[in-house]
């Protein structure tokens, strides 16, 4: 993910709703990551350092099954030789896609906003 990356896409926290019902106890649920708007301007000032997105789509017989987008960490370390170590961790977030379209579109603009892609067939 480069730094530069600037772009609008549609919050991975709330869906674009700018809601999170399960916390409609506070702040009547707004979403903080988007500012309720639904929309995050800049994808990787989101994401922050050390963190990649990736979308995931699964097809089997040319049809659509299901997608996932989410953030995963990871760090660098250097072993004991100097070799350099990508090291993933856990998810950040995750957020299941149900709907080919909304699949389609973020796989059109995944270069342009930074997204890694893979399909699983």
């Not at 350092?49 to 299901?66: A, N, T, W």
């Not at 603009?109 to 892609?117: F, S, V």
């Amino acid at each position: 993910m480069t730094a530069t990356l600037t772009a609008t896409c549609t919050c991975p926290a709330c869906g674009g709703t700018g809601k999170l019902p399960h916390y409609s106890h506070v702040a009547n649920g707004d979403c903080f990551a988007c500012g309720a708007t639904g929309q995050i301007q800049d994808l990787a000032a989101f994401i922050g350092p050390e963190s990649d997105v990736s979308l995931e789509v699964e097809v089997f017989g040319g049809k659509f099954r299901g997608a996932w987008i989410r953030c995963r960490t990871w760090k660098n370390t250097t072993d004991a030789n100097g070799r350099v170590w990508h090291t993933w961790g856990r998810d950040r977030w995750v957020r299941e896609i149900t709907n080919a379209d909304e699949a389609r579109q973020i796989w059109r603009d995944a270069k342009r906003l930074g997204i890694k892609t893979s399909l699983f067939d």
